[in-house]
């Protein structure tokens, strides 16, 4: 129930800002209002979902000083975990590699659902070759929250090239060992979707009274 309801929220389905009623969600889901109410107080403890008396619960919708500090503690968290990355075995870049085509190909279809997972599942392979387990733990908790705004981010398709081409520096750098490199790139990735989002959130734009 709660892996449902969070993916809903994760791909878009919900959008921030929306209300969600629990009887509506009870029915769309087959299941009775108690594990409903179970799921959204696990998102509320997550940050996905908020809960004001006597409204009720709606979609997390970040403001700007929230969404910088995403990045801010990402930045950070993510920079240390690749500074520490063993040297990757050539298994595991082929995994690496593999995951990206798949990015590649929803890419090509647009289908940006499907890109974002991928290109999730991308990034924590990257992640998931150190042994920092509780960083990578709360840096994919970062990722979850502001995801729902991801998907604006690869409407464009310059903005899909830009990925794709940054995933195969990232993939060099993985087959040369070359952490400072990926470093550079990953931050280049993640100032990409930053700025481009950073605009959509600011004051007037359509994303911040969505």
Do not use: C
């Amino acid at each position: 129930m709660v892996d449902g309801m969070r993916h809903m929220i994760v791909s878009g389905e919900l959008v921030p800002g929306q209300q969600v009623r629990q009887e509506h969600m009870a029915e769309r889901l087959g299941v009775s209002r108690l594990p409903v109410r179970e799921a959204l107080r696990q998102l509320t403890v997550e940050g996905l979902v908020r809960h004001t008396p006597n409204v009720g619960y709606t979609v997390t919708r970040l403001d700007q000083d929230e969404f910088d500090q995403i990045y801010i503690m990402r930045k950070l968290l993510e920079d240390e975990i690749i500074s520490r990355l063993p040297r990757a075995t050539k298994a595991q870049i082929a995994h690496i590699s593999a995951l990206n085509d798949e990015v590649a190909a929803a890419a090509e279809n647009v289908d940006l659902p499907r890109m974002r997972e991928r290109n999730t599942e991308f990034h924590f392979a990257v992640f998931g070759l150190s042994d920092l387990h509780l960083l990578i733990a709360e840096v994919k908790r970062l990722w979850t929250w502001a995801a729902p705004y991801h998907a604006v981010y690869l409407f464009s398709a310059e903005s899909r090239r830009h990925v794709l081409e940054e995933h195969e520096t990232m993939i060099t750098a993985l087959k040369t060992g070359d952490n400072d490199l990926l470093a550079r790139t990953m931050d280049q990735h993640r100032h990409g979707s930053e700025s481009q989002l950073r605009v959509l959130l600011s004051p007037g734009s359509s994303a911040a009274t969505t």
